[in-house]
T-cell receptor
Framework: KAGVTQTPRYLIKTRGQQVTLSCSPI?????VSWYQQTPGQGLQFLFE???????NKGNFPGRFSGRQFSNSRSEMNVSTLELGDSALYLC??????????????FGEGSRLTVL | AQTVTQSQPEMSVQEAETVTLSCTYD???????LFWYKQPPSRQMILVIR??????QNATENRFSVNFQKAAKSFSLKISDSQLGDAAMYFC???????????FGTGTSLTVIP
């Protein structure tokens, strides 16, 4: 079974631009979560989507948005990029949203550099 | 909001020795899950071990075991017979029983010395 796939793996943008990251979850998984990972901050929760609905949202500005499609694939978008948005963006999928079990399966991440 | 604290940014261990990584968390909930994830350099994060808060027995997965102290809100990871492949960043994480938002610590970078 294929794992969580994130594209692109690496990208460089300049301040003010926008970026779209894509995530394909493990087949059968309906929950997709996004995390921002920066040195010293660990992983910060961005949002979770389950069956095309945003279930939960972290404490990030409105420049960060996401969506999920009917095939469970998800995209996240960051508009008006700032230098501080440079980070590794991790996507994780799980077959449930809450409840028993529910470990996250992570992709390799998309490393965004903002110049 | 729940918080997870890993007070050891870096740890090192001799190959074949045992090392313990510390994690504490803060919550008012009684039912939740705790996890240790491993992130090797430039590779994806994988689950090492999971503990359900309602279970008093400490979880064990081969060379990996936890010491779960619910009253103290402590969840340490013990790695026995350390191997070179154990070198990675280790993250402690908390998840509520009824939600899917994970709270992660800032990580502990483990070096294994041959």
């Amino acid at each position: 079974k294929a794992g969580v796939t994130q594209t692109p793996r690496y990208l460089i943008k300049t301040r003010g631009q926008q970026v779209t990251l894509s995530c394909s979850p493990i087949s059968g998984h309906r929950s997709v979560s996004w995390y921002q990972q920066t040195p010293g901050q660990g992983l910060q929760f961005l949002f979770e989507y389950f069956s095309e609905t945003q279930r939960n949202k972290g404490n990030f500005p409105g420049r960060f948005s996401g969506r999920q499609f009917s095939n469970s694939r998800s995209e996240m978008n960051v508009s008006t990029l700032e230098l501080g948005d440079s980070a590794l963006y991790l996507c994780a999928s799980s077959w449930t949203s809450g409840g028993a079990g529910g470990e996250l399966f992570f992709g390799e991440g998309s490393r965004l550099t903002v110049l | 909001a729940q918080t997870v604290t890993q007070s050891q940014p870096e740890m090192s261990v001799q190959e074949a020795e045992t090392v313990t990584l510390s994690c504490t968390y803060d919550t008012s909930e009684s039912d939740y899950y705790l996890f240790w994830y491993k992130q090797p350099p430039s590779r994806q994060m994988i689950l090492v071990i999971r503990q359900e808060a309602y279970k008093q027995q400490n979880a064990t997965e081969n060379r990996f075991s936890v010491n779960f102290q619910k009253a103290a809100k402590s969840f340490s990871l013990k790695i026995s017979d350390s191997q070179l492949g154990d070198a990675a960043m280790y993250f402690c994480a908390y998840r509520s029983a009824d939600g899917n938002q994970f709270y992660f610590g800032t990580g502990t970078s483990l070096t294994v010395i041959p």
